[in-house]
């Protein structure tokens, strides 16, 4: 070992076997990790997109796919350079990166759909690429530019094509990271940054409407922390909120605002809406709740797609804080989220109090989710300018 | 690439030179990127110990040392097992490992120090694994037993012992780390860990004693969230605080809790202490603050062993919540940490005003600071049992 290489992080060059893209077929199993693989199989090469994974059996898990895209900024400079395609395979990090030893890193999500005519989209991926960049400067790190963001995104959905879902199948759920991969010691920002998207085909992230428990001692945000960027940081803090809640039969947990402790936020990876009456309201974007880009579409959509279009029976939509009483007495309440898309509530649990909620046919958020991934998929007309085709 | 090793972490096993260990003197140099690297050159081996580095320019800065220790718990297992050393470098990790997209971490860190008689100590190197055990139950993940952290720990000094600095020039800095490198897509626990330790010889975290600001409008800690475990996620998130105070000149930041905003956590990666009158007070462990092990460790010899060596003049201690006000009006106050010590705080500023504090010969933590090191090297009887001689 040299140890003058240690200080950076080195990626894996692995020699890329073209001939095998071509020539194999992977089935998707579920491995004793609970991780879906793949397992190699010859086959007819106009076959392949198509049986390249058992689609109707696709869960919100990891499936490696072909290629990611990485990223680099060195230490000294402030811009990402040198970006570019490789083989998807593991990492090479030091041990005293910023990122294993103090949580500096962003994530992102964002998802490339197939359409009806065959063609795969992105939706609004300079969102995110924004969303990073917010995220960025919160945690003392450099980001790469929109145009970089978005071209790493195409590229790796391209490289990865084939394994984008057929129609109603799935979406391939593209991840970027940005990770602090410079050592450092003591507590400071890392003196290199490294961006990095891979992709995983994906299916529902839950079956069916969501059930909450509603979670009163342990809070994911405080005033001027980083609820409302997608720091890494926000995770791992909730498991155990997550999986008592799991545990106890509910899909997951709505956390309430730390300040008060009586205002719903948002759930583990997904913003909340309630609907009483013909009024729609969503937490507000103040510091503790992601903004969401499926949240916003949906405020913009609900708004003034909505109208063209007749959609929901409701005169407005407001962001205000929504007090958890607001929630228990709703008519309606739905999430919203990349890895979600828009899934209806169908109860809340609180103090073994139970509440259910409509869902299905007629509903508000049936309507709002037939309309966006109509949008997303294109087979509803974007009139919006949001829908980036790449093929 | 085999897509079905991806999976899983993977460490590098390069062949150990071990020719190298006896025939090569490292400098220490401050590159590019601010790391602290070793060139090499060939020596007299007798002198090797000593000519190692230049030991009087030790900072708290990182310098890779010749071997670290990793131990595994694999999906479908509880426990961790085949710890062993390793070379020092490079780990390899999947890129949907827990640890990069959800701060699934913890980390560690405790010294070995040199004494007058060459011998080689660690303090309460249990409290530390215990600490780590904590903070996993909190963060969904398995831990390796107190016999395995402690083991490591003896085994990561011993491998590296030629990096424990000469006495009074600093210590060798060994950091712990609890990872989740499993792959997962979903906001969930990670299937697979990894533990790791790895060091490096260190001197002062700060030179002289501290000048502080207080920051009022970002909080390190909410009650219920991860305040009172040593996770990765507990650092990043403050980064913006430390690099403004710095920017003014300030060494680092003093939080206040967040419920009331009016009463003193701690700073950084420090405990902070407030002498007034013959009272010594400390904010007490409600979840929010590190359970420093210095922390404890100064409260047990101020409290039981202050009183055999007649040391300070002080009547009791306290550990309560303390307003900043008794913070601004203390005679006199100190941090505590590991990677510090016990350092003294020269000064706060609060909305514009400074108060500066007695610092230096014939102060508390003076006295404090020297019978603590000196049972740390071996100088004072360590009557407590803390010290784990080592070699």
């Not at 020539?23 to 010859?42: E, F, I, M, P, Y």
């Not at 350079?81 to 041990?95: I, K």
């Not at 063609?119 to 003392?140: H, S, V």
Request: proline share 6%; charged share 20%; net charge neutral.
């Amino acid at each position: 070992m040299s140890r003058g290489k240690i200080c950076s992080l080195e990626w894996m060059n692995r020699p890329l076997r073209r001939g095998v893209l071509a020539t194999k077929l992977r089935h998707c199993s579920r491995n004793a990790r609970g991780v879906q693989t793949a397992s190699d199989a010859s086959i007819n090469g106009d076959q392949e997109e198509h049986d390249l994974c058992n689609w109707d059996e696709l869960k919100f898990s990891f499936i490696p796919t072909d290629y990611m895209y990485v990223m680099k900024c060195s230490s000294g400079e402030s811009a990402f350079s040198q970006g570019h395609l490789t083989r998807y395979g593991n990492v090479e990090l030091s041990p005293s990166s910023g990122v294993l030893n103090y949580g500096q890193g962003l994530l992102e999500g964002l998802k490339a759909y197939r359409g009806d005519d065959n063609r795969i989209r992105l939706f609004r991926p300079e969102q995110n690429a924004l969303r990073m960049q917010m995220g960025a400067e919160r945690m003392c790190m450099p980001s790469p530019t929109a145009e970089q963001f978005v071209s790493s995104i195409k590229q790796t959905a391209l490289a990865n094509k084939r394994w984008v879902p057929p129609p109603g199948k799935g979406s391939l759920y593209i991840r970027p990271l940005l990770l602090g991969t410079g050592p450092i010691l003591g507590v400071a920002p890392s003196p290199e940054y490294t961006f990095l998207a891979y992709a995983s085909p994906v299916g529902n992230y839950f079956n069916g409407p969501m059930h909450f428990s509603v979670e009163d001692k342990v809070y994911r945000a405080i005033p001027g922390g980083t609820g409302g960027i997608k720091s890494i940081t926000n995770y791992s803090p909730i498991y155990k909120a997550i999986t008592q809640a799991k545990a106890k039969g509910f899909t997951d947990a709505i956390f309430l605002d730390s300040a008060t402790g009586k205002n719903i936020e948002e759930a583990t990876a997904c913003n909340i809406f309630v609907m009483k009456g013909n009024v729609i309201s969503t937490p507000p974007i103040a510091g503790t709740i992601l903004p969401g880009i499926t949240r916003k579409s949906i405020i913009e959509v609900a708004s003034w797609f909505g109208y063209q279009h007749a959609l929901p029976t409701f005169d407005q939509i407001e962001e205000r804080a929504i007090p958890l009483e607001e929630l228990i007495n709703a008519d309606e309440a739905f999430c919203t989220g990349t890895a979600i898309a828009i899934k209806p509530v169908g109860s809340v649990t609180y103090q073994g109090q139970r509440v259910e909620y409509k869902t299905g046919e007629g509903t508000v958020s049936e309507k709002l989710c037939r309309t966006l991934t109509g949008i997303q998929t294109g087979r509803i007309e974007d009139t919006m300018g949001w829908v980036v085709e790449i093929e």
